[in-house]
């Protein structure tokens, strides 16, 4: 039954049908055809995950991050960037990546936050006189932060797959992120010296900086709040992420006041969309979890690792290795979910926290999404930037050698995460 499902599933890719398809006629197939499962039972298989409490924190998360970050409080944010970073070396590229990290803060989302970022700051950087091709890199490859700050849709869906606490992950997330952030500031600094990229002249008093600042604070306070309230044991998820959309909302009305009526509207609708792709996938998986489950490959793949790489460095090695593939051909919801099972046996095989787990995984496969050739990042920012795939890849070296570094420090630094 395993063998068709996969087979079923690789044929469907092949055909370029989307992957939550793709998941979910190959294991309804298998259970159904191949397997002793009625229809009907497969059937219910397939959407019994989707009814779970824990997983209505993804879409009014989404929606309190679209309420936000459609306004106003967007262009303050890329001000107040600008304001602190714009005069350096690479600078506009820094705005990017400070931007992405207070974007995925607010909205959780790595395709969201590129979408929205892109669009405001990638013509703005070629009208300074930056490549497109880097705008594009900078862009894509700094959302990776968003599939770790708080509240990071991913990490829900892996504490969903392996039972571990959100506000834990969240709390270990914070320190990857922000090693993510400075070490892409960084490279920004460096590529831009050496290229002579322009920098902003324009100067800035204190009083100016400091009102930009207190504009932009709402949405700096956003994570913070989060974490606090889940750490504190205040809130579950699920509370706090109703509470988000109620601060959005208040936050636009009486602070901002550039709430209307087309902008709820547009949240709306793009949080009905994006719940919609997750939650299919989310259903899909847990067909295919089931099937893997029943089939005992997790406990396999977990027996057979400890028998053959024996020490735990060799595994984790192992592990980063084959998602760094994965990713590049799954989304990463999809991939979290399917992959999630197997890695959990593996971890606790070999004595390995699963909140560095969920870490480790968010890292590596959120590269897949600036890596050729599925990268969902990746083809959002080249599409903003009319720029060539192969060119903005061609950009992305400094990023990619500053995302593996952080990998290997997550994975082999517990300390960074545990604490």
Same mark, same amino acid.
């Given at each position: 039954m395993t063998v068709q499902m996969l087979i079923g599933f690789i044929v469907f890719l092949l055909m370029a049908m989307p992957v939550g398809y793709s998941l979910v006629i190959s294991g309804w197939a298998a259970l159904s055809v191949f397997g002793p499962m009625p229809s009907s039972?497969?059937?219910?298989?397939?959407?019994?995950?989707?009814?779970?409490?824990?997983? +209505?924190?993804?879409?009014?998360?989404?929606?309190?991050?679209?309420l936000m970050m459609s306004g106003k409080?967007?262009?303050?944010?890329?001000?107040?960037?600008?304001?602190?970073?714009?005069?350096?070396?690479?600078g506009l590229g820094q705005v990017t990546v400070v931007g992405s990290t207070v974007f995925g803060g607010v909205s959780g989302s790595a395709v969201a936050e590129a979408s929205a970022l892109g669009s405001m700051l990638i013509p703005w950087q070629k009208r300074e006189g930056y490549p497109g091709a880097f705008g594009a890199a900078v862009t894509s490859a700094s959302s990776v932060i968003a599939g770790l700050m708080p509240p990071s849709i991913p990490l829900i869906l892996f504490a969903t797959v392996s039972n571990?606490? %959100?506000?834990?992950?969240?709390?270990?997330?914070?320190?990857?992120?922000?090693?993510?952030?400075?070490?892409?500031?960084?490279?920004?600094?460096?590529?831009?010296?050496?290229?002579?990229?322009?920098?902003?002249?324009?100067?800035?008093?204190?009083?100016?900086?400091?009102?930009?600042?207190?504009t932009a604070l709402p949405a700096l306070l956003m994570p913070v709040f989060i974490v606090v309230l889940l750490r504190a044991g205040i809130a579950t998820p699920t509370e706090v992420s109703i509470?988000?959309?109620?601060?959005?909302?208040?936050?636009?009305?009486?602070?901002?006041?550039?709430?209307?009526?087309?902008?709820?509207?547009?949240?709306?609708v793009n949080t009905v969309i994006t719940t919609g792709i997750v939650m299919l996938i989310i259903a899909a998986a847990n067909i295919i979890a089931y099937i893997l489950t029943s089939g005992g490959v997790p406990q396999a793949v977990a027996q057979w690792a400890v028998e053959y790489l024996k020490h735990p460095i060799l595994i984790i090695l192992a592990i980063n290795l084959l998602m760094l593939f994965i990713g590049m051909f799954l989304d990463l919801?999809? =991939? %979290?979910? +399917?992959?999630?099972?197997?890695?959990?046996?593996i971890a606790n095989a070999?004595?390995?926290?699963?909140?560095?787990?969920?870490? %480790?995984?968010?890292?590596?496969?959120?590269?897949? +999404?600036?890596?050729?050739?599925?990268?969902?990042?990746?083809?959002?920012?080249?599409? %903003? =930037?009319?720029?060539?795939?192969?060119?903005?890849?061609?950009e992305l070296g400094p990023f990619y050698l500053v995302a593996i570094v952080v990998l290997l420090l997550v994975s082999f630094v517990p300390a960074l995460i545990i604490y």
């Open positions: 039972m497969a059937v219910m298989k397939i959407f019994q995950p989707t009814q779970s409490f824990p997983l +209505l924190a993804i879409p009014f998360f989404i929606l309190s991050g679209g409080l967007g262009q303050k944010l890329v001000g107040l960037a600008s304001m602190l970073v714009g005069k350096y070396h690479g571990t606490s %959100i506000a834990s992950l969240f709390v270990a997330a914070v320190i990857p992120a922000l090693m993510l952030a400075g070490g892409m500031m960084l490279a920004c600094y460096i590529v831009g010296k050496k290229r002579g990229f322009p920098r902003l002249t324009m100067k800035y008093t204190g009083a100016e900086v400091r009102n930009t600042f207190f509470i988000a959309v109620a601060y959005a909302l208040v936050v636009s009305s009486v602070i901002y006041r550039d709430l209307t009526a087309d902008r709820v509207m547009s949240a709306l919801p999809a =991939a %979290i979910l +399917l992959l999630g099972p197997t890695l959990v046996s070999i004595g390995l926290d699963l909140v560095q787990l969920g870490i %480790i995984m968010c890292v590596n496969l959120s590269i897949g +999404l600036f890596s050729p050739p599925i990268g969902t990042t990746l083809f959002v920012s080249s599409a %903003i =930037a009319r720029e060539r795939i192969g060119a903005v890849v061609k």
